[in-house]
């Protein structure tokens, strides 16, 4: 029942910005750390940004300055503002929510969304 689903992905030319938008729906508990990944062709998945319950955030050191994560928990929504773009940004952008089910359960589980496409191309 629970769905993960980005959204905001599309062209955009190297400057430009974009707004990416991840939406957790479903019956649910708690909503815990929560985060952007993104994978290009031929290479591996690599974290982008994630934010905890609390706030807090992490980068990876190629986005530092350029991206800023952010959520509403009253919404079940975490946010990836992506500024001045690059073509080597160019990939498919995938959410993760840490996602605790139900009172009873002291861990909770990872989640993926299907991704969303970002093409920053001329």
């Known amino acids: 029942q629970v769905q993960v689903v980005e959204s905001g992905g599309g062209l955009v030319q190297p400057g430009g910005s974009l707004r990416l938008s991840c939406v957790v729906s479903?019956?649910?508990?708690?909503?815990?750390?929560m985060g952007w990944y993104r994978q290009a062709p031929g290479k591996q998945r690599e974290l982008v940004a994630t934010?905890?319950?609390?706030?807090?955030?992490n980068y990876e050191d190629s986005m530092k300055g350029r991206v800023t994560i952010s959520r509403d928990n009253a919404k079940n929504t975490v946010y990836l503002q992506m500024n001045s773009l690059k073509p080597e940004d160019t990939a498919v952008y995938y959410c993760?929510?840490?996602?605790?089910?139900?009172?009873?359960?002291?861990?909770?589980?990872?989640?993926w969304g299907k991704g969303t496409l970002v093409t920053v191309s001329s």
């Open positions: 934010v905890t319950s609390g706030g807090s955030t």
């Open positions: 993760n929510a840490e996602i605790v089910l139900y009172a009873g359960d002291p861990y909770g589980f990872k989640y």
């Open positions: 479903g019956s649910l508990f708690r909503l815990n750390d």
